[in-house]
């Protein structure tokens, strides 16, 4: 695959799938599969298997590359695994090798967690983890709100196979901001807040938005790609109405529930084990029944 196919795959819904956990709290490899083939069926063809949904950073290496070679066994020939990687840059290099020497066609760079994180050290990061990968596409995910779009553009005239961005501040006039001075057709632009802040993200320029959501009902996700794609912002807007309860759940205390709310539904529909790792934490009884009461609303 081209890098430009590479990066025109990252315009769909890139889903985060979450990495379930069995009874002694190891990767529950059959459930995880499960899961996957599940959304693989419903019609994602993207995933990130080790995002923050996936709960990257509670895992510890060999888990992370575990995920990685369920995935690739689970794939489908036409799916695009975008595999997170991070941390420091020996460690963020070689789990992007592992990734491409499984298969995998794009890896996914979180954002460095670094406190002190210089622009052009930003470009330094991700172009050591692009060039030490030059055959596989790679897409830096950006939280930062203090980077601007020179930075980036810098990072794709130095790396040609960074091929997207993965845009995940909260502020839609920034990210237009951003991609157009980064270069708005350079890189395919991925809403990374999601459902909610998809429509505004799109209208922006971005044409591809992952999901959490997407794990529990592939159908609503996939519907709001839909009439996205058709500039139908009315029925995307139906969708987000749809959704809204259950994200903000997800978005409560700095997103402190977003992965356990989307588990939590998963085990209301007997598809995996509810636990999660610290920091995170299993919800309270009050927002398990929120949970419920919302799943019994909608036609999964």
């Known amino acids: 695959m081209s890098f430009a196919e590479q990066s025109s795959a990252l315009a769909d819904v890139v889903a985060i799938p979450v990495t379930p956990f069995d009874a002694d709290g190891g990767v529950e490899r059959t459930a995880y599969r499960a899961l996957l083939r599940r959304l693989l069926d419903s019609g994602v063809r993207t995933v990130t298997p080790n995002g923050n949904t996936g709960e990257f950073y509670a895992l510890d290496p060999a888990e992370r590359r575990l995920v990685v070679e369920l995935t690739m066994a689970e ?63 790679v897409v830096p995910y950006v939280r930062n709100p203090l980077l601007d779009g020179g930075p980036i553009a810098r990072l794709g005239a130095l790396c040609p196979n960074v091929v997207g961005v993965k845009y ?30 998809a429509p505004a993200y799109w209208a922006m320029g971005a044409t591809g938005f992952t999901s959490g959501l997407v794990n529990v009902a592939p159908r609503v996700s996939l519907e709001m790609l839909r009439a996205l794609r058709d500039g139908d912002y009315a029925a995307a807007m139906k969708v987000w ?7 903000d759940l997800r978005a409560e205390q700095g997103s402190a529930n977003n992965v356990s709310v989307v588990k939590e539904a998963l085990a209301v529909l007997g598809l995996c084990r509810r636990e999660v790792r610290p920091p995170s934490r299993l919800l309270t009884g009050d927002r398990r029944e929120r949970v419920a009461a919302l799943l019994a609303g909608w036609d999964l």
Do not use: K, N
Not at 171 to 190: E, I, M, Q
Not at 241 to 247: D, G, H, K, N, S
């Open 241 to 247: 109405e749809q959704i809204r309860e259950f994200e």
């Open 75 to 137: 794939a489908d020939p036409d799916t695009q695994v975008v595999v997170g990687v991070g941390h420091d840059v020996p460690t963020a290099v070689a789990a992007a090798r592992h990734a491409r020497d499984a298969g995998a066609q794009t890896v996914m760079v979180h954002q460095p967690i670094h406190p002190y994180v210089s622009p052009e050290g930003w470009v330094d990061y991700h172009r050591a983890i692009a060039e030490a990968v030059p055959e596989t596409a």
């Open 168 to 197: 995940a501040v909260p502020d839609a006039a920034r990210f237009a901001a951003v991609a157009r001075d980064a270069g708005l057709d350079r890189f395919t632009w991925v809403a990374g807040l999601a459902e909610l802040h």
